[in-house]
T-cell receptor, first 113, second 115 residues
C-alpha cells in the first residue's frame, strides 16, 4: 500500500548525540515536510523540500538538518545543538495532484535522557 | 499573518449524538483547508480536504463546510461513536505564491464520545 513510513517509532538519545529519523514515501510526492509536535503547542514546521536536492528552513530549523537526495526519502537529523529535542516528530508529503492533500506518517518519538 | 483557532479545546458527548467542531482562520486568502484526526501517539489521518472554491465535502458520517468570507469551517460528525474519540485538527494552506509552502495548523479539539 502507498504511504509514508517513519522509523524508528521510539528513540532514546543521550545528550550530545546526533540522531537521524528516517522518512520514506512511495506516493511519488514531490514535496516532503518535517513537523515537531509538543503538548499544547500544536505542529511546527522544521524543514520542507519541494524537489530533490532542494530544501528550505521552516519556523524552528535551528539544531536540525535534512537532506533530499532521493524523491522518496527525507531524513531528519537532530543535532546536539538542538536544546530541547524531546518531542514527537512527524513527516508529511504532498503531491502535485489531488488538490494539495497532505499525508502524514505515524511519527517518531524522541526522548533525550 | 494567518492564525487558526479551534473551539472548543475539548468536547465530551454521549454516544449517538451529532456534533460540530469549529475551525476559524483570520485570512480568507486560502488555497485549501484540511481536517485531520489524530489518535494518541499516532500520526495525523486526513479526513477531508476542501478546496477554496468548494463549500463542503462529505465522507461517510463526516461533513465539512467552508465559508471563506467569514473565515470559518465546521466539521459535522453524525451519530457519534466511541471510536470517534480522538483529537481533530484543521489546517489551512495559504493562497499565495511564495517560496514558503507553509500550512497553518489549529491547536485541535479533543473529542471524547462516551458509551
Amino acid at each position: 500500500d502507498g504511504g509514508i513510513t517513519q522509523s524508528p517509532k521510539y528513540l532514546f538519545r543521550k545528550e550530545g548525540q546526533n540522531v537521524t529519523l528516517s522518512c520514506e514515501q512511495n506516493l511519488n510526492h514531490d514535496a516532503m515536510y518535517w513537523y515537531r509536535q509538543d503538548p499544547g503547542q500544536g505542529l511546527r514546521l522544521i524543514y520542507y523540500s519541494q524537489i530533490v536536492n532542494d530544501f528550505q528552513k521552516g519556523d524552528i530549523a535551528e539544531g536540525y538538518s535534512v537532506s533530499r537526495e532521493k524523491k522518496e526519502s527525507f531524513p531528519l537529523t537532530v543535532t546536539s545543538a538542538q536544546k530541547n529535542p524531546t518531542a514527537f516528530y512527524l513527516c508529511a508529503s504532498r503531491g502535485r495532484l489531488g488538490g494539495g492533500e497532505l499525508f502524514f506518517g505515524e511519527g517518531s518519538r524522541l526522548t533525550v535522557l | 499573518k494567518q492564525e487558526v483557532t479551534q473551539i472548543p479545546a475539548a468536547l465530551s458527548v454521549p454516544e449517538g449524538e451529532n456534533l460540530v467542531l469549529n475551525c476559524s482562520f483570520t485570512d480568507s486568502a486560502i488555497y485549501n483547508l484540511q481536517w485531520f484526526r489524530q489518535d494518541p501517539g499516532k500520526g495525523l489521518t486526513s479526513l477531508l480536504l476542501i478546496q477554496s472554491s468548494q463549500r463542503e465535502q462529505t465522507s461517510g458520517r463526516l461533513n465539512a463546510s467552508l465559508d471563506k468570507s467569514s473565515g470559518r469551517s465546521t466539521l459535522y460528525i453524525a451519530a457519534s461513536q466511541p471510536g470517534d474519540s480522538a483529537t481533530y485538527l484543521c489546517a489551512v494552506k495559504p493562497d499565495r505564491e511564495t517560496s514558503y509552502d507553509k500550512v497553518i495548523f489549529g491547536p485541535g479539539t479533543s473529542l471524547s464520545v462516551i458509551p
